[in-house]
């Protein structure tokens, strides 16, 4: 059986979302590892599916890299107080506002 070019295309459209999925959990596991370390404590995460799904589209348009990087940026820049009293802070961290100032800054 040969492989039609709709065939390829659907299968690296499945690749690229699988892709886009792995990127998203990595940078989430990311970001709950710098939590940790800078504030000795567990991150409350209420929701995995609300979360990813808040951060796919930035991963896909800034890329997971850059991405990592700002992660480190917000945890440099922002006051620990503002972090530490929000146990939503990760929510905080993939809003857009916060995203666009800190990639216009660093």
Do not use: H
């Amino acid at each position: 059986k040969t492989t039609t070019k709709t065939e390829i295309k659907k299968n690296e459209a499945e690749l690229e979302k699988s892709k886009l999925q792995k990127e998203t959990v990595e940078l989430i596991d990311y970001w709950k590892t710098k939590w940790e370390k800078s504030m000795g404590k567990k991150p409350t995460i209420t929701s995995w599916p609300r979360y990813i799904k808040q951060a796919k589209p930035l991963v896909k348009v800034i890329g997971s890299a850059r991405m990592k990087i700002l992660c480190d940026a917000y945890f440099i820049t922002f006051d620990d107080q503002l972090i530490k009293s929000n146990g939503w802070s990760l929510g905080l961290f993939l809003c857009d506002s916060i995203i666009n100032k800190l990639n216009m800054k660093y």
